[in-house]
């Protein structure tokens, strides 16, 4: 047990850094690389999320080069953004930033950084992500979604999960297992960014943000057209 707490120690303080600078610069930095990520998958034919599948999702969860290490106790850290889309127009609306947290047991040996992408498809999934904290694969459940040129006509047979993950290793690692893991509202990270310690259900539900910052309104520009609300017929 002391080991674990090691490791998990090390992971958060090696990898929190200078995350809440005042200026918000670290923030404006993960949204730009979250923006990339998505267009480099969508345009990707043998990775790319289907269309049909995205369009219907309440709200997405991005994080950029999330670090998973271990030497047989392994342990998991990320920054993100979640972005809730408006029911009335089909927009997505201003990030609230995130931070994931997590560990497992088994044989294990090396180092991971992966791009992850999750969608939240179900009314259970979105208010599970409204609150301060929760856990994947036990919380909420967890399927892997769909990919590539084939996925697309099949895609409303995955319709019935509340959140599908999307991943993209950069590194080497026996295995990838995003059960257990914690995501938890970034109050620091939202502070540095909007100038005030907003929740993630007061940016993403109640719209409490006042002045949306203009990075965050290219990211709702970018992700819009990536990522449109499926249409009525």
Same mark, same amino acid.
């Given at each position: 047990?002391? =080991?674990?707490?090691?490791?998990?120690? /090390?992971? /958060?303080? *090696?990898?929190?850094? @200078?995350?809440?600078?005042?200026?918000?610069?670290? +923030? $404006?930095?993960? *949204?730009?690389?979250? +923006?990339?990520? *998505?267009?480099?998958?969508?345009?990707?034919?043998?990775?790319?999320?289907?269309?049909? =599948?995205?369009?219907?999702?309440?709200?997405?969860?991005?994080?950029? &080069?999330?670090?998973?290490?271990?030497?047989?106790?392994?342990?998991?850290?990320?920054?993100?953004?979640?972005?809730? $889309?408006?029911? #009335? &127009?089909?927009?997505?609306?201003?990030?609230?930033? /995130?931070?994931?947290?997590?560990?497992?047991?088994?044989?294990?040996?090396?180092?991971? @950084?992966?791009?992850?992408?999750?969608?939240?498809?179900?009314? $259970?999934?979105?208010?599970?992500? *409204? %609150?301060?904290?929760?856990? =994947?694969?036990?919380? !909420?459940?967890?399927?892997?979604?769909?990919?590539?040129?084939?996925?697309?006509?099949? @895609?409303?047979?995955?319709?019935?999960? #509340? !959140?599908?993950?999307?991943?993209?290793?950069?590194?080497?690692?026996?295995?990838?297992?995003?059960?257990? &893991?914690?995501?938890?509202?970034?109050?620091?990270?939202?502070?540095?960014?909007?100038?005030?310690?907003?929740?993630? #259900?007061?940016?993403?539900?109640?719209?409490?943000?006042?002045?949306?910052? #203009?990075?965050?309104? +290219?990211?709702?520009?970018?992700? %819009?057209?990536?990522?449109?609300?499926?249409?009525?017929?």
């Amino acid at each position: 047990m002391k =080991l674990f707490s090691l490791g998990i120690f /090390l992971i /958060l303080f *090696l990898s929190s850094g @200078a995350w809440a600078e005042e200026d918000g610069s670290k +923030q $404006r930095k993960i *949204l730009r690389t979250s +923006q990339m990520i *998505l267009e480099e998958i969508q345009k990707s034919p043998d990775q790319k999320i289907p269309m049909s =599948l995205i369009s219907k999702a309440k709200a997405i969860i991005v994080f950029p &080069t999330m670090l998973k290490a271990g030497f047989f106790i392994g342990a998991r850290y990320g920054k993100g953004i979640a972005s809730v $889309r408006t029911p #009335e &127009t089909g927009e997505w609306g201003p990030p609230a930033f /995130l931070y994931t947290t997590g560990g497992s047991f088994g044989f294990q040996f090396g180092a991971q @950084a992966v791009d992850l992408i999750l969608l939240v498809m179900s009314q $259970r999934g979105l208010e599970g992500l *409204l %609150n301060e904290q929760f856990t =994947l694969g036990g919380d !909420i459940a967890l399927s892997a979604g769909p990919v590539g040129r084939h996925a697309e006509a099949a @895609a409303d047979v995955f319709m019935q999960g #509340e !959140i599908y993950s999307y991943s993209r290793s950069k590194g080497a690692f026996g295995g990838i297992s995003l059960k257990g &893991t914690l995501i938890t509202t970034d109050l620091d990270a939202n502070l540095a960014y909007y100038g005030h310690p907003y929740t993630s #259900e007061e940016i993403l539900l109640t719209k409490q943000v006042s002045k949306v910052p #203009e990075s965050a309104k +290219q990211f709702i520009q970018i992700f %819009n057209q990536l990522a449109p609300r499926a249409k009525t017929r």
